[in-house]
Nanobody, 123 residues
Framework: VQLVESGGGLVQAGGSLRLSCAASGGTFSPYPLGWFRQAPGKERVFVSAIVWDSGRTWYADAVKGRFSVFRDNANNTVTLLMRSLKPEDTALYYC?????????????????WGQGTQVTVSS
């Protein structure tokens, strides 16, 4: 499956952005769809995940309470709504589909990746 992210951009601290991940050539189900981010010079880290079939969600502590992930059945996309953004949220954001049905926070457990979309939060 091919994944394409969209919706990144430049926003001031305290603002919001909505990222979307669209799938082609396959479906998200039954695997988890994860969001990761990578800041310059740092490792790629887990942000959030959702299981398409159940709608169950997971969040990293750094974004809990500020970010929401949800599925859009009509458009076959997964959206990451980011609110109260902070400069430390600045990174390249990726969506990825899990290689098994178990939800993982590790990038190695995800096989199909999008190209990434840049999020920059100014102070």
């Amino acid at each position: 499956v091919q994944l394409v992210e969209s919706g990144g951009g430049l926003v001031q601290a305290g603002g919001s952005l909505r990222l979307s991940c669209a799938a082609s050539g396959g479906t998200f189900s039954p695997y988890p769809l994860g969001w990761f981010r990578q800041a310059p010079g740092k490792e790629r880290v887990f942000v959030s995940a959702i299981v398409w079939d159940s709608g169950r969600t997971w969040y990293a502590d750094a974004v809990k309470g500020r970010f929401s992930v949800f599925r859009d059945n009509a458009n076959n996309t997964v959206t990451l709504l980011m609110r109260s953004l902070k400069p430390e949220d600045t990174a390249l954001y990726y969506c990825a589909r899990g290689i098994s049905t178990s939800v993982s926070m590790w990038p190695r457990d995800y096989g199909d990746w999008g190209q990434g979309t840049q999020v920059t939060v100014s102070s």
